[in-house]
Nanobody
């Protein structure tokens, strides 16, 4: 069993930055890919960033490329999402999840955190 707990969300003005953290407990997640998803009200959940176990292979949604950076510290069992140049359209609940591979298919992510709210004001 894996537990994932997100933190770091909050209210920020457009153009600002936030760093989300996802702390894992339970079995080791060192060999697992990790993803950050988001879901805004009335919209489908979307994958915004993912990385493999080493962090050497990454995926970013077009909407966040060059603004968001995913990274991980396996020793701390923690994955981060640094978000720069935030826009009002980035407002959503952000979730982390783990998978056996970097994939955009959310059905292949096994464990999910409870989510953290990010609100970007204009």
């Amino acid at each position: 069993q894996v537990q994932l707990v997100e933190s770091g969300g909050g209210l920020v003005q457009a153009g600002g930055s936030l760093r989300l953290s996802c702390a894992a407990s339970g079995r080791t997640v060192r060999s697992y890919a990790m993803g950050w998803f988001r879901q805004a009200p009335g919209k489908e959940r979307e994958l915004v960033a993912a990385c493999n176990w080493s962090g050497g292979s990454t995926y970013y949604a077009d909407s966040v490329k060059d603004r968001f950076t995913i990274s991980r510290d396996n020793a701390k069992k923690t994955v981060y999402l640094k978000m720069n140049s935030l826009k009002p359209e980035d407002t959503a609940v952000y979730y982390c999840a783990d998978s056996s591979t970097v994939t955009t298919r959310d059905q292949l992510y096994d464990y999910w955190g409870q989510g953290t709210q990010v609100t970007v004001s204009s």
